[in-house]
């Protein structure tokens, strides 16, 4: 079977994913600076992201994400289907997401952009 890759957007970055990892905890364990406060149970908004391709890979929205998206919608963050928490998704099909706030700056990754 093969292995879900996760590639993030404007970087050389490529990690492996599954469904019983988070995307959030992979990149963490991946060293790659996401930013999170909660730690991964959907309160902070810090782990935008937007999934470029691959949407139909990711485990489906809950309550719980869906309540946060709004309320950082609702204070003018990027919103729409495609953007997503990283600790609420995880993969069973090659993605390719934008991590809209990283902790720190990066040689070779985006430059941060203002967050939740
Ligand atoms: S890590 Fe805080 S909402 Fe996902």
Excluded at 13 to 42: E, K, M
Excluded at 66 to 77: P, Q, S, T, V
Excluded at 79 to 86: E, F, H, M, N, T
């Amino acid at each position: 079977m093969k292995i879900p890759k996760i590639s993030i957007y404007g970087t050389p970055h490529v990690f492996d994913g599954n469904l019983t990892t988070s995307i959030l905890n992979i990149l963490l364990r991946n060293d790659f600076p996401i930013q999170t406060i909660c730690g991964g149970r959907a309160e902070c908004g810090k782990d935008l992201i937007r999934v470029r391709s691959g949407q139909r890979f990711l485990s489906a929205r809950k309550d719980r994400e869906n309540r946060i998206l709004k309320e950082l919608a609702d204070r003018g963050h990027p919103s729409g289907p495609d953007v997503r928490l990283a600790c609420q998704c995880y993969v069973h099909g090659d993605v390719e997401i934008e991590v809209f706030n990283l902790a720190g700056k990066r040689k070779d990754g985006p430059a941060a952009t203002p967050g939740p």
